[in-house]
């Protein structure tokens, strides 16, 4: 029931299950030059929260803001970890990705 909620690259947060965020953490701790910008964001914006017996958590007004979410949003399952979307934006980025297609390179990788 512990999490960690962050910013990441784009208009949404991710959400890292304890043991996956330790990994990250980790991982994130090696980076050094250019990598430091990267660990300032996700480290420097991490939260810890737990999830209540309803499974919700409360996302602090910082984040919130980040991620510009408003009224309604969608959680989206990514491997080890979640991620946080406003719902119009999620919408937009799905017809996005859509309509730009496979790339070229994955097509083979994705038996496409």
Request: charged residues 30%; without cysteine.
């Amino acid at each position: 029931s512990k999490l960690t909620v962050t910013r990441h690259y784009g208009p949404f947060l991710r959400v890292y299950p304890l043991p996956e965020w330790e990994r990250m953490r980790e991982l994130l701790s090696k980076l050094t030059g250019e990598g430091e910008k990267v660990r300032r964001l996700i480290v420097g914006s991490a939260d810890s929260v737990e999830m209540d017996g309803a499974g919700r958590i409360l996302i602090s007004p910082i984040l919130r803001k980040a991620a510009r979410l408003d009224r309604r949003v969608v959680l989206v399952g990514d491997l080890q970890r979640l991620e946080i979307w406003d719902e119009e934006t999620h919408s937009r980025y799905l017809d996005e990705q859509a309509e730009a297609g496979i790339p070229e390179a994955l097509r083979n990788a994705l038996g496409f």
